[in-house]
């Protein structure tokens, strides 16, 4: 494997202990980009990178291995079954066909028709022909001599790997736009086989008493999901802004958003079509927003500072009070299930942290709070007095909590990239959930507290079981 220091260290996994290791490339800074074993003998392997290519041998008894230099570009490259010849896929767009015994090229193209913004993955098929990935999106079939591609797909984003399935009739292809595609051989035809945002992922929203879908939002679009399959059923795509909010109306006829430019935008949940625009919301974005039973009242947060209530109509829109009483962004607004009309600041919650979540509890009598202090506060919402506080992560901030419709249990996760689930009463963790590799930004129970859903940083959308689903209710 290659790593961040320059060098090659090569594993014995038998026995998870280093065999042996050696710098990457000759000259200092250059960097190993990728590796490719040979099919047939496990000593031999090829290193690309910036500027360099080498053929290494390794030899087991001594722990040593030895490379062999040669100068040809940032490559990318696949090995022939036979090991006669390597294919090398360079950031000018060339591919070049090098003897593996002699280290000699032996021919390269294409001479005019490059591929555009590099080649990023290459595949060699059975029967001679080379699958090219390039930068723009596109997926192409060359041959030699001269590698001029003869069929091709344009895909969102570019390439960056290509599978070859064992069995069956089907290349799957990712890109950087989090797409993977599925090609069929026979008519070459692309088909969107799995996709996720590719940038942070800011908030998840439920329609009211039903699981079925749910919407996330990140930069450039809201999507709509179908919960149990996970598949895409919408995509709302505004360009070059970020959407930091996302809430269902309680009649589920309206997806609410806010973003950064300081609009609130409404949109069809079938078609995305845009309903309604609340134009410079706030002057520093829209940083929080929730929307009551009504679904004629939007209340919203900025980046200055205030909270402000919003009454939508068919056609119209206006401003029906501002509170100005947060001296920095609000990070999040949670109403009581009454949404009770009370423009007045009631309690206020002081502690040395950087609040970044609020939950009410079901029955409105204790609010749940979290943020960059790691702990987890519990409030009474009468006269704003501390009830209790636990240690709710051992590093970094928490950015996400939810509460179980009963009030029994609540979900929390952030910078450790752990989903937690508590037990409110007890204050004790009964689950652990492993499988985010960014900070956590955002999670919620669904409705019929069957799944947990959380987003992260790196544009995951992770389903889980919930461990303590409600129990039927006897006839």
Request: proline fraction near 4%; charged fraction near 20%.
């Amino acid at each position: 494997m290659a790593v961040c220091d320059f060098s090659i260290v090569v594993w014995d996994v038998e026995r998870a202990e280093a065999l042996c290791g050696n710098p990457a490339t000759v000259h200092c800074g250059l960097q190993c980009l990728t590796l490719q074993f040979s099919n047939l003998n496990d000593n031999i392997f090829m290193s690309g990178g910036n500027g360099t290519i080498r053929v290494w041998e390794i030899d087991p008894p001594t722990r040593k291995m030895r490379p062999t230099e040669c100068q040809i570009g940032q490559l990318r490259r696949v090995v022939s079954k036979d090991d006669g010849f390597f294919y090398c896929g360079t950031s000018s767009g060339d591919i070049l066909k090098i003897n593996l015994r002699t280290k000699l090229l032996n021919c390269y193209g294409p001479m005019k028709d490059k591929f555009p913004q590099g080649v990023n993955a290459l595949r060699l098929l059975k029967a001679g022909e080379i699958l090219v990935g390039s930068g723009d999106g596109v997926v192409s079939v060359c041959k030699e001599p001269n590698f001029n591609a003869f069929m091709r797909v344009q895909l969102e984003g570019g390439v960056t790997s290509i599978a070859l399935p064992n069995k069956g009739h089907e290349l799957y292809v990712g890109t950087d736009a989090s797409n993977i595609y599925s090609i069929r051989d026979e008519d070459f035809k692309e088909t969107l086989f799995s996709t996720s945002h590719k940038d942070a992922v800011n908030d998840i929203a439920f329609p009211l008493g039903t699981s079925e879908l749910f919407a996330t939002c990140s930069m450039n679009d809201i999507r709509v999901w179908h919960t149990s399959t996970s598949k895409e059923l919408l995509r709302i795509t505004v360009p070059n802004l970020i959407c930091n909010v996302v809430c269902f109306t309680a009649d589920g006829r309206c997806i609410v958003s806010a973003w950064n430019d300081g609009q609130i935008r409404g949109f069809t949940p079938e078609s995305g079509k845009l309903m309604f625009i609340i134009n410079n919301a706030h002057c520093l974005g829209v940083t929080a927003m929730a929307v009551c039973r009504d679904c004629r009242t939007i209340v919203s947060g900025g980046g200055e500072g205030q909270v402000r209530i919003w009454e939508v109509q068919p056609g119209a829109h206006r401003l029906i009070e501002a509170m100005k009483e947060h001296k920095a962004a609000v990070n999040r607004l949670a109403l009581k299930s009454d949404d009770k009309e009370n423009y007045a600041r009631k309690q206020m919650v002081l502690a040395n942290t950087m609040f970044k979540c609020v939950c009410y509890h079901p029955d409105g009598y204790q609010i749940i709070t979290s943020g960059s202090d790691r702990k987890i506060g519990f409030w009474e919402v009468y006269d704003g007095t501390a009830v209790r506080e636990l240690e709710g992560s051992l590093s970094g901030s928490i950015n996400a909590m939810d509460i179980s419709q009963d009030g029994a249990h609540f979900i929390t996760g952030g910078d450790e990239k752990l989903v937690k689930v508590w037990k409110y009463t007890e204050g004790e963790v009964t689950h652990v959930g492993v499988g985010h590799s960014g900070s956590i930004t955002s999670a919620r129970i669904c409705p019929s507290g069957r799944y947990i859903v959380s987003t992260s940083l790196d544009g995951a959308v992770l389903r889980w079981r919930f461990p303590n689903p409600p129990r039927p209710q006897a006839n």
